[in-house]
């Protein structure tokens, strides 16, 4: 029952989208709508590429940020059980 419940969905979500591709692209007023939102889309782009950009330089100052206080901390030791060369394991 699984399999055909998600052909089923596939087929219905499959006629949806050829249905609006269809009025979109081959009717009077979908192509009326289609010209009127793509202006719309394109500002939209525009934003989400402006938005990208920015996440990016946020990325990447955060990076160097952690880069500096890591430096400013200086090397971590590896092994902080025994921090002598003079103790030595139990084991």
């Known amino acids: 029952m699984r399999d055909n419940s998600r052909a089923l969905a596939a087929t219905i979500t499959g006629a949806v989208i050829g249905g609006m591709a269809g009025y979109f692209f081959f009717t009077d007023r ?3 709508l289609r010209r009127q ?3 719309a889309l ?3 782009v525009r934003e989400l590429n402006s938005f990208r950009a920015t ?3 946020t990325v990447g100052a955060a990076q160097d940020g952690w880069k500096l206080l890591n430096e400013a901390m200086g090397p971590v030791p ?3 059980r025994y921090p002598t060369s ?3 394991s139990p084991f």
């Open 42 to 44: 394109d500002d939209i």
């Open 86 to 88: 003079n103790q030595t």
């Open 30 to 32: 979908g192509r009326q």
């Open 55 to 57: 996440v990016e330089k």
């Open 78 to 80: 590896s092994d902080t």
């Open 37 to 39: 939102l793509e202006p």
